[in-house]
Nanobody, 124 residues
Framework: QLQASGGGLVQAGGSLRLSCAAS????????EGWFRQAPGKEREGLSC????????YYADSVKGRFTISRDKVKNTVYLQMNSLEPEDTAVYYC???????????????????WGKGTQVTVSS
């Protein structure tokens, strides 16, 4: 199971670091990603990191502001979010992903492969 954490309320221009811890299984051999969903909107794929952790991908909306990374020892993936904007307000989820698909179909493996999200609220 994947569990996202680290969300909260932050002012525009601020930063947050989200964490995604895996329990019950080892995610070493899987690519992982982050997507978000705001009320009334579709899921939006944000970033993906391959299993080796040496290749990363980003949506244009977050490129240059967000950084994905993974710590295999801790079985954890992170999303460092800088220069946050009110438009970034959403529930953020981590998921086992396909990096060749995460932009057009985030969370494509289904709900069994993403955990409970964490709320990020950016005030103006």
């Amino acid at each position: 199971q994947l569990q996202a954490s680290g969300g909260g309320l932050v002012q525009a221009g601020g930063s947050l670091r989200l964490s995604c811890a895996a329990s019950g299984f080892n995610v070493d051999h899987y690519a992982e990603g982050w997507f978000r969903q705001a009320p009334g909107k579709e899921r939006e794929g944000l970033s993906c990191i391959n299993a080796d952790g040496d290749t990363t991908y980003y949506a244009d909306s977050v490129k240059g502001r967000f950084t994905i990374s993974r710590d295999k020892v801790k079985n954890t993936v992170y999303l460092q979010m800088n220069s946050l904007e009110p438009e970034d307000t959403a529930v953020y989820y981590c998921a086992i992903e396909r990096c060749d698909r995460f932009l057009r179909e985030p969370g494509s493996y289904g709900k069994d492969y993403w955990g409970k999200g964490t709320q990020v609220t950016v005030s103006s």
